[in-house]
């Protein structure tokens, strides 16, 4: 579904990535790890339309996207859930939710009661503002966010940071059920080992802005991709 192709992406003079290639598929999660740095972040907002990358080639369902804004890789298809979040903390979360919609058509900017049963947390709360929330319950609003816009490909930037372990296997589940349901490609971005080698079915790793790793799981052991990641 998503093929990335040779990327090369700058900030001003530095170059962060490297002829990067990635492919996630639909029903599976790819993890992108590395030390801090790497260039994790930059991939994926470069794929989420958020930074103008240099050279290659970003396709979805083998359509070239070409150079496109965030807004443009929305209505595509692809749906991004930030480091730090990225939620309205003077918005209720109906409203957060709501922002949600406006790449759908207007005929289909409605909450699914799909996200409600994701995230039950979120119907009970729904007239808190998202900046009333706990850290764990806004990763949930942003999840569910990013949901909204029916995403065919779902990037996760470091969805356990600062989040408490009942709420990071909440999370995790949530994961693993959208995965079964074999409609989107999952490409997530985590430091946590262990949360990403459970839930991973391929694993690309980077070094200095280049892929030094690309195996599914079935071809790699916890302890090499560990020793990859963490050289």
């Given at each position: ?14 170059r ?20 801090n740095?790497v260039?994790?972040?930059?991939l ?21 996207l070409?150079?496109?804004s ?70 949930q ?7 909204i ?19 990071i296997?909440?999370?995790?589940a ?13 490409v997530?971005v ?6 990403a080698f ?26 090499a ?7």
């Amino acid at each position: 579904m998503l093929a990335v192709r040779g990327l090369t992406l700058k900030y001003g003079q530095s170059r962060i990535l490297h002829g990067i290639d990635l492919d996630a598929e639909p029903g599976r999660v790819t993890a992108v790890m590395g030390m801090n740095g790497v260039g994790k972040t930059s991939l994926l907002k470069a794929i989420a339309g958020r930074h103008p990358f240099e050279s290659g080639s970003i396709r979805l369902d083998g359509r070239d996207l070409g150079r496109y804004s965030a807004a443009a890789a929305a209505r595509a298809g692809i749906g991004l859930v930030p480091q730090g979040r990225e939620i309205f903390p003077l918005l209720t979360v109906t409203e957060n939710l709501m922002t949600g919609l406006t790449c759908l058509p207007r005929a289909e900017r409605r909450i699914p009661e799909r996200i409600h049963d994701l995230f039950p947390v979120l119907k009970a709360m729904g007239r808190r503002r998202g900046g009333d929330l706990s850290g764990g319950q806004q990763q949930q609003l942003a999840i569910a966010r990013a949901l909204i816009t029916r995403p065919r490909v779902l990037l996760l930037d470091e969805p356990t940071e600062g989040i408490q372990p009942n709420i990071i296997k909440q999370i995790g589940a949530v994961i693993a059920a959208l995965r079964e349901e074999g409609r989107m490609a999952i490409v997530l971005v985590e430091q946590y080992f262990d949360f990403a080698f459970g839930l991973a079915d391929h694993f690309v790793v980077l070094r200095r802005g280049t892929v030094v790793l690309s195996r599914p799981k079935h071809a790699v052991t916890r302890e090499a991709l560990l020793s990859c990641v963490v050289p």
